[in-house]
């Protein structure tokens, strides 16, 4: 069924309201005019959801043309093509996503099943009275955001010191809005231009590109761009930017003193990116490999410094010398030297003095040595044999105390 236009190019439908304005101020004959009840709603619908127009008409049975009783109709029109969607309870547009529905006496609507990108726009609901009444109302359609993979960028690679364009860009409507964040949290250095200020240390900044210049290895790691635009859900898309460099290593004790038999912790922090084989070796060159005396242990601080630590278990004298930690990857390699020495373990000389007052007290030990500064873990003989010099000194003079009181003593008894 085709109809060009709706009411007003309709020649017969013309003639009849010409003839009903005419018989209507003649004879002054009129029930009540149809009208709407209530203003059409604007509906915002995202794509492929449903969307419906509600148009409350009163009076429409009620129409009456020269005393008869005259039923007006309802029609649905697309208002930008000027397209007759539906008339009453048919529709006439070969859209099979639509629908009219008569719910009761009153109330007509317009459904538009899994709404497309096209269905955007304004609708009219008319009623062919003279004059035409008609009400208007705007369809949104709404798409949430998509990232474009052919236009975003990848992970990246990027030498310290040069510069990384980071792109996303995403599809939706309204536009959507694109966000950058690293995921760690941290604060981005803005050296590009954009909205932002020069050098400012942002959390997050806006717009597609995301523009990283003298890169330094601590701008490494996991960067998202985040589109939205208000329609659910908002995606986001993460990227690893890659600083590479030459190693680094820096040595916080080159000179690490022990007494024999004793645990040592030799210790190295490196920086390398890409990921570096760390290993230890004696000052010959000689690889270390881990068994029961040595353990090795690398603790990773973040993407690029790790915390190499050597632990020689109850060392012996053949163990003394230099050690070297290295680190070597595709760019270069790095070696940090540690000496490790004996820690002496100061001998006290024994005098007569001293034997003879050590029998007079026996909770001191006959062994007397000590440890210069040595802050380390003692082992189970040593504990208890630790005695600093004025802590020793001090318990002479109480031992002279002791026997000066024990000859006053026995002054006394003599005395008596
Ligand atoms: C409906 O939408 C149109 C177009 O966006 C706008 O001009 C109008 O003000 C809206 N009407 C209401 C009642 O929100
Ligand atoms: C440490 O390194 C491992 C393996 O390369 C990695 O999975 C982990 O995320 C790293 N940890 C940190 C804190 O970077």
């Known amino acids: 069924m085709h109809m060009p236009q709706f009411i007003p190019t309709n020649a017969a439908s013309l003639l009849l309201l010409y003839m009903l304005l005419i018989l209507q101020t003649k004879d002054g004959v009129f029930g009540f005019e149809p009208d709407f009840l209530y203003p059409l709603e604007n509906v915002t619908v995202a794509q492929g959801r449903d969307a419906t127009f509600t148009c409350v008409v009163n009076n429409l049975g009620g129409y009456r043309v020269s005393g008869d009783l005259t039923t007006a109709r309802v029609a649905w ?11 009453h309870e048919h529709v ?32 009219m609901c008319q009623v062919n009275t003279d004059p035409m009444k008609m009400q208007t109302a705007f369809l949104e359609v709404v798409i949430p955001p ?11 690679m990027v030498p310290e010191g040069g510069s990384a364009k980071l792109v996303c860009k995403a599809r939706g ?7 950058w964040r690293r995921e760690d949290g941290g604060a981005i250095l803005s050296r590009g231009g954009g909205a932002s200020v020069r050098g400012e240390r942002l959390l997050s900044i806006e717009g597609e590109m995301l523009t990283l210049t003298k890169v330094t290895r601590s701008e490494m790691g996991a960067y998202l761009c985040i589109a939205a635009n208000g329609v659910p859900p908002s995606v986001s898309k993460r990227m690893m930017l890659h600083v590479h460099f030459h190693p680094l290593i820096q040595v916080p004790n080159q000179l690490v003193g022990a007494p024999v038999n004793t645990d040592v912790t030799l210790q190295c922090h490196v920086e390398a990116s890409p990921k570096a084989i760390n290993y230890w070796t004696r000052e010959s060159g000689e690889m270390i490999i881990p068994n029961d005396k040595y353990v090795m242990t690398d603790i990773n601080n973040s993407y690029y410094s790790v915390q190499m630590k050597l632990i020689i278990r109850r060392f012996h004298k053949s163990d003394l010398g230099g050690y070297k930690c290295i680190s070597k990857n595709s760019i270069g390699d790095a070696e940090g030297n540690i000496r490790l020495y004996e820690m002496e373990m100061q001998e006290r000389v ?7 007052l050590d029998e007079l007290d026996d909770i001191e030990s006959t062994e007397k040595r000590l440890y210069n500064g040595y802050q380390g873990p003692l082992t189970e003989t040593e504990e208890n044999v630790v005695m600093p010099d004025d802590v020793s000194g001090c318990a002479r003079a109480n031992r002279i105390f002791i026997l000066l009181l024990l000859l006053l003593l026995l002054f006394v008894i003599f005395l008596i």
Request: proline share 3%; charged share 30%.
């Open 173 to 179: 409507h309204p536009k959507p809005r694109i966000v």
């Open 146 to 156: 998509d990232i474009i993979n052919d236009e975003t960028s990848g992970d990246m």
């Open 77 to 87: 029109i697309k208002a930008d093509t000027k397209a007759i969607l539906a008339i």
């Open 350 to 356: 024994e005098t007569e003095e001293d034997n003879q």
């Open 92 to 123: 006439i547009t070969n859209n099979a996503r639509l629908s009219v529905t008569h719910n009761d006496f009153n109330t007509w609507t317009l459904n538009i099943r899994n709404v497309m990108r096209e269905d955007r726009g304004q609708y």
